[in-house]
């Protein structure tokens, strides 16, 4: 099994999901900067949280025109898992291997806590060790994480179930109040429909340590890392 994680300017969240990939994998993912033009052979790679570039125009739009990306889409497209997380999410959008766009939080704020999920697919690559609509506590921390797109495309994610996570209450309560960001039907995360690029806004790498309090980010990984081998 081999792992990339790609390093952009401004990425602050690279070595904290090197650090759970590690924890399960027990392999060091390979921290590829986003200026190289080739990519190791990769099973899984990462576009990991952060602030590429600043946020400057657009959230993840100018990490999108990276040299990194031309190799990404290749390998999505021939099959690799591809994982962005936050950052890693506005720009899998940016490159239109996943749907829809993440525009500023509801409230014009940044948004930093833990926060409930409820698994709507447990079936997928990245989701499968959790239990049908279960109840997990990950951690957000972003200023545009309202994922927004037209009513045919929320449609056709609903009605393909594409959507892994939403936000909700402890109780699984999905509305308007356990929206932090105004996100569209609480989407918190998205999977396409090849079923090998998931992005979601939530970071499942800040919920692996027991030490931390908080481990419902750990069946995550052990969900993706299962699918490869």
Known sequence: MEISVIVFPGSNCDRDIAVSLKKFSKKNPKMVWHKESSLPKSDLIVLPGGFSYGDYL???????????????????????????????????????????????????????????????????????????????????????????????????????NLIAFRYCNQNGEVNDKTNPNGSKNNIAGIINEKGNILGMMPHPERATDKTAGLTDGEKFFISILESIQ
């Open 58 to 160: 657009r959230c993840g739009s100018m990490a999108a025109n990276s040299p990194i990306m031309s190799e990404i889409i290749k390998n999505a497209e021939s099959g690799a898992y591809i994982i962005g997380i936050c950052n890693g999410f506005q720009i899998l959008t940016e490159t239109n291997l996943l749907p829809g766009t993440l525009i500023r939080n509801k409230e014009l704020s940044f948004i930093c806590k833990n926060l409930s999920l409820k698994v709507e697919n447990s079936e997928s690559n990245f989701t499968h060790k959790y239990s049908d609509k279960e109840i997990i506590q990950i951690p957000v921390a972003h200023n545009e994480g309202n994922y927004f797109a037209d009513q045919k495309i929320i449609d056709n994610i609903e009605d393909k």
